[in-house]
């Protein structure tokens, strides 16, 4: 049986692609920084907390790495941890850094010292391209990050380009533009719209702040994208992927579809609020995700309204229950 570890197991794409691992026969461990006080509500949503092994890890601590990789002996390590939050990179700098760079540094390190065939996967980011205009970003397009968060993952891409390159490890990143799910916690944007707008239709008489929604995102759907890291690290060659719809919005229309979705105009609840604006923001991100068709085999199932549509049904459906 294939063994994976994945690091960040309780997140949003962590919980997802064990859910698709568990499903194709993987014994799956994960990891949290305290196994024990973590609630896994993503891997309960899912119905496989039970099955998912988790340990407790500080991916800044090259002991506890070693630690976890001695005791699991995994063949593939998916990295997904790390502050995760574009937004709080701005208040949390160092800790974004720290946890995004030096955990994958460690977690690259462990695997050369083991000296074991371990695969690795790295969650990239598209926030590393910072602004491209008009033109859609692909593996060639360099990098012009603009915040902490993109900073670190940037680092964190060349320490797997690397470790690849000096120490003939298989490790490879997936270069993600922005996906989401019902799984998603309220500090992401996305969110925060799908759940205000329900609450708003279900009577709450908030308005909902917002920062710059004309801004341009290239918004997909988590679990296509949780396949196509299983995918790179099936390939005979390790190489880095841009993951993307190749299609952009704006946040305004992804408001708007959210409002529509539940039978309101959206002019009528928002409000745009300055305090909310990033010290620096990308205008525009649209990825080209040519080289994923081509050699994985991989593309997009679902496109920014898709993904509208079932986050608020599935957001309606959870406050039914509750």
């Known amino acids: 049986m ?30 949290s920084r305290d196994a024990q006080m973590s609630s896994f509500s993503n891997l309960v949503r899912l119905g496989i907390r039970d099955r998912v092994k988790l340990l407790s890890m500080s991916l800044t601590d090259f002991r506890s790495v070693l630690q976890v990789l001695n005791k699991t002996q995994p ?18 700098p160092v800790e974004t850094l720290d946890s995004i760079a030096t955990g994958t540094i460690n977690l690259l390190e462990a695997i050369r010292f083991i000296q074991a065939p371990i695969k690795f996967y790295n969650a990239g980011s598209s926030e590393c391209f910072g602004d491209t205009g008009d033109r859609s970003a692909d593996e060639l397009t360099a990098f012009r990050p603009r915040s902490p968060y993109a900073v670190a993952k940037a680092a964190a891409f060349w320490e797997v380009a690397n470790y690849r390159e000096a120490y003939g490890l298989f490790a ?15 500090r992401f944007v996305t969110q925060k719209i799908v759940a205000a707008a329900c609450r708003i239709a279900a009577g709450s008489q908030e308005k909902l702040h917002l920062g710059n929604i004309s801004i341009k995102r290239d918004w997909g759907w988590a679990p296509d994208y949780v396949q196509a890291m299983h995918l790179m690290l099936q390939q005979d060659q390790p190489d880095d992927y841009v993951i993307a719809t190749g299609e952009s919005n704006r946040l305004q229309d992804f408001v708007a579809t959210a409002f529509e979705c539940v039978g309101l105009n959206w002019q009528d609840w928002v409000i745009t609020d300055k305090s909310l604006y990033r010290p620096t923001d990308i205008a525009v991100g649209r990825g080209h ?34």
Not at 5 to 31: H, R, W
Not at 172 to 186: A, D, K, Q, T, W
Not at 295 to 318: I, N, P, S, T
Request: glycine residues 10%; negative net charge; contains cysteine.
């Open 75 to 92: 063949h593939e390590i998916y990295n997904l941890a790390g502050q995760s939050s574009v937004g709080l990179s701005f208040d949390q």
């Open 2 to 31: 294939t063994t994976a570890l994945i690091c960040g197991v309780s997140g949003q794409d962590g919980a997802y692609l064990a859910k698709l691992l568990l499903d194709k026969g993987y014994e799956v461990c994960g990891t």
């Open 172 to 186: 490879c990143s997936g270069i993600l533009f922005n996906h989401e799910s019902p799984l998603r916690p309220e």
């Open 289 to 322: 995700p040519a080289k994923a068709r081509e050699f994985l085999g991989w593309q997009a199932q679902y496109k920014m309204h898709d993904v509208v549509r079932m986050m608020v049904e599935a957001k309606q459906a959870q406050n039914l229950t509750e």
